[in-house]
Nanobody, 124 residues
């Protein structure tokens, strides 16, 4: 089983940028499609972005399309989420997740392993 640790979350002003990292250990991340999810207080967890095993195919939720970029470096066993033009409504705990297999999915139940989350707070 792969273990995941997110980092990079912090308080940032609206319009700013952050890059989240998700470091994998235990198994090589290249065997996994990866997803980024977020959960705001009182709301359900939702998919933000996803990427296939090679990085050649990605998905973005409509709410972040054009502002967020998901990428991966399999040699470093790390997945990234670059977040630009942040908005207060992006405030949430952000989680990375791993799905054993080559292709991404957007359903939460499709993912086999989860990190502990990193908090992103965007002030207005």
């Amino acid at each position: 089983q792969v273990q995941l640790v997110e980092s990079g979350g912090r308080l940032v002003q609206a319009g700013g940028s952050l890059r989240l990292s998700c470091a994998a250990s235990g198994r090589t991340v290249s065997r996994y499609a990866m997803g980024w999810f977020r959960q705001a207080p009182g709301k359900e967890r939702e998919v933000v972005a996803a990427i296939n095993w090679s990085g050649g195919s990605t998905y973005y939720a409509d709410s972040v399309k054009g502002r967020f970029t998901v990428s991966r470096d399999n040699a470093k066993n790390t997945v990234y989420l670059q977040m630009n033009r942040l908005k207060p409504e992006d405030t949430a705990a952000y989680y990375c997740a791993a799905r054993y297999g080559s292709e991404w999915r957007i359903e939460i139940h499709e993912y086999d392993a989860w990190g502990q989350g990193t908090q992103v707070t965007v002030s207005s």
